[in-house]
């Protein structure tokens, strides 16, 4: 399977400060990314899929204008949480596909917002 | 909306002990995969089961599907204390978008040596 990286792998900042989460498809041209947000002992909850040099389409009830997501390329796409608050502090993961059924996940980025 | 249910939560077994998961769903669907999730990890697929297949191997797992009870079972064999972890079922979404996927809330295994 697919080899996906992810930038930082745990990241702590200021309340009204933005971050930036790197996703990479180290050794696949993902044509599709999928961005998730994870809180302690609960499942996956998808927050957009990221086409390579469209918009992203983001699911009900998450904000775009807070979660910027950019997919620029084939291999790279970012997840931007701007003015994060302490409520955004979660389990960042994001995934590959070519089209296919199977995801590959990258290591997930936790973030801390004091 | 999370489509996938699973039980138990949370499930404590001795090494060597078989562990089973189950994964129930609402919509029709084509296929149905597991994935596994160390903690504070991404996930790793472990395998996918096709709706024309009822049954699947892969080394020590075991998955069934029953499409007509829209269920599915993940069957670990002869546990040992490396696959603590969380287990997650993952279904298409129903619109079929893409490779979206709904996941269920999790089987939380853990197996003491």
């Known amino acids: 399977g697919a080899v996906v990286s992810q930038h930082p792998s745990w990241v702590i900042c200021k309340s009204g400060t933005s971050v930036k989460i790197e996703c990479r498809s180290l050794?696949?041209?993902?044509?599709?990314m999928f961005w998730y947000r994870q809180f302690p002992k609960q499942s996956l909850m998808l927050m957009a899929t990221?086409?390579?040099?469209?918009?992203?389409?983001?699911e009900q009830g998450v904000e775009k204008d807070k979660f910027l997501i950019n997919h620029a390329s084939l291999t790279l796409s970012t997840l931007t949480v701007t003015s994060a608050h302490p409520e955004d502090s979660s389990f960042y993961i994001c995934?590959?596909?070519?089209?296919?059924?199977?995801?590959?996940f990258g290591p997930g980025t936790r973030l801390l917002v004091l | 909306s999370q489509q996938g249910e699973e039980d138990p939560q949370a499930l404590s077994i001795q090494e060597g002990e078989n562990a089973t998961m189950n994964c129930s769903y609402k919509?029709?669907?084509?296929?149905l995969q597991w994935y596994r999730q160390n903690s504070g990890r991404g996930l790793v697929h472990l395998i996918l089961?096709?709706?024309?297949?009822r049954e699947k191997h892969s080394g020590r797992l075991r998955v069934t599907l029953d499409t007509s009870k829209k269920s599915s079972s993940l069957l670990i064999t002869a546990s040992r204390a490396a696959d603590t972890a969380s287990y997650f079922c993952?279904?298409?979404?129903?619109?079929?978008?893409?490779?979206?996927?709904?996941f269920g809330q999790g089987t939380e295994l853990s197996v003491k040596p």
């Open positions: 995934s590959v596909t070519s089209g296919q059924e199977t995801q590959y």
């Open positions: 050794d696949f041209q993902a044509t599709t």
């Open positions: 990221s086409n390579e040099g469209s918009k992203a389409t983001y």
């Open positions: 919509t029709s669907i084509n296929n």
């Open positions: 089961i096709r709706s024309n297949e």
């Open positions: 993952a279904t298409p979404s129903a619109m079929g978008q893409g490779g979206k996927l709904i």
